[in-house]
């Protein structure tokens, strides 16, 4: 992608409500970080996959999984890039 993960996850640091980023499925200490951090909320995409992991991890916390968007299917960078590249 154009945007990689650390590229998004970036943009998302500097929104003001935003306290921790913490990408997934790239970051292996991800279950100690949100035991350890103990978020209130956990923000997710609507349909993500890995839904049902952060729910558990919410439930360790005594946290809330929250969809905060739905997925953007026709915003994809890569698909831009795929349609320039049949021109």
Known sequence: PINTQKDRAH???H???VDY?????DNPDYERLVIHIKPAIIATTKGDLNRS???KQAKQ??????D?????SNR???KLIKLLDEI
């Open 21 to 25: 980023v913490i990408p997934l499925p």
């Open 61 to 66: 916390i005594n946290a809330r999984v929250i």
């Open 11 to 13: 943009i998302l640091s």
């Open 76 to 78: 994809s960078t890569t």
């Open 15 to 17: 929104i003001d409500v």
């Open 53 to 55: 992991f952060k729910e």
């Open 68 to 72: 905060v968007t739905d997925e953007i």
